[in-house]
């Protein structure tokens, strides 16, 4: 069955200090790979999308994210964690925009 | 500037009323969509269109209903045959396959409808 799988349900970093949000995945080919962030109330931004290529990918706000076909991971990292960043994490995947299947979300808290 | 407008964003119904859901996109979109959130759980798909006049459901259809009259417009109707519809609502849209940049979503902000 394909599925996703966001292990941590909530993080807690100090600001400044780096990130790294994990995500499995189950799916029997690769599939498209996305990361949303949510602040509370609001809908989903994109932050970043893996179609094909470089498994390295470059997004907004200065997050990235790598592709590990031979983890079926599509973990998300950022090098040094604003107070801006604090929200809620969501990875999705699926073969196209139809049939995304999104992650039960992975909750941000910055220290100060 | 474009985006998606969900309106209302708080609405509270008795149990026994149907209530709709409003989502409106200027993107020029042809693909929409209704998603529903439970607190802890991702996203579920409700219904999604392709082009106007024309849907499918997702995976928790049962108890909702849509319409695609317009490219701008997906309403979503939430009828009293759901039995648990307190969550929090999102609305979607998306170019299709075959125009080029699947799978990328734009979000409205959301309604939250709270069945007393």
């Known amino acids: 069955a394909q599925s996703v799988t966001q292990p941590d349900i909530h993080i807690t970093v100090s600001e400044g200090a780096s990130l790294e949000l994990r995500c499995n995945y189950s799916?029997?080919?690769?599939?498209?790979l996305f990361w949303y962030v949510q602040s509370p109330g609001q809908g989903l931004q994109l932050l970043l999308k893996y179609f094909s290529g470089d498994t390295l990918v470059q997004g907004i706000k200065g997050f990235e994210a790598e592709f590990k076909r031979s983890q079926s991971s599509f973990n998300l990292r950022k090098p040094s964690v604003h107070w801006s960043d604090a929200a809620e994490y969501f990875c999705a995947v699926g073969p196209s925009s139809y049939k995304l299947i999104f992650g039960s979300g992975t909750r941000l808290l910055v220290r100060p | 500037d474009g985006g998606i407008t969900q309106s209302p964003k708080y609405l509270f119904r008795k149990e026994g009323q149907n209530v709709t859901l409003s989502c409106e996109q200027n993107l020029n979109h042809d693909a929409m969509y209704w998603y529903r959130q439970d607190p802890g759980q991702g996203l579920r798909l409700i219904y999604y269109s392709q082009i106007v006049n024309d849907f499918q459901k997702g995976d928790i259809a049962e108890g909702y209903s849509v319409s695609r009259e317009k490219k701008e417009s997906f309403p979503l109707t939430v009828t009293s045959a759901q039995k648990n519809p307190t969550a929090f609502y999102l609305c979607?849209?998306?170019?299709?396959?075959?125009?080029?940049?699947?799978?990328?979503?734009?979000f409205g902000e959301g309604s939250r409808l709270t069945v007393l």
């Open positions: 979607a849209s998306s170019r299709t396959d075959r125009e080029g940049g699947a799978g990328e979503l734009f």
């Open positions: 799916y029997g080919a690769t599939p498209y």
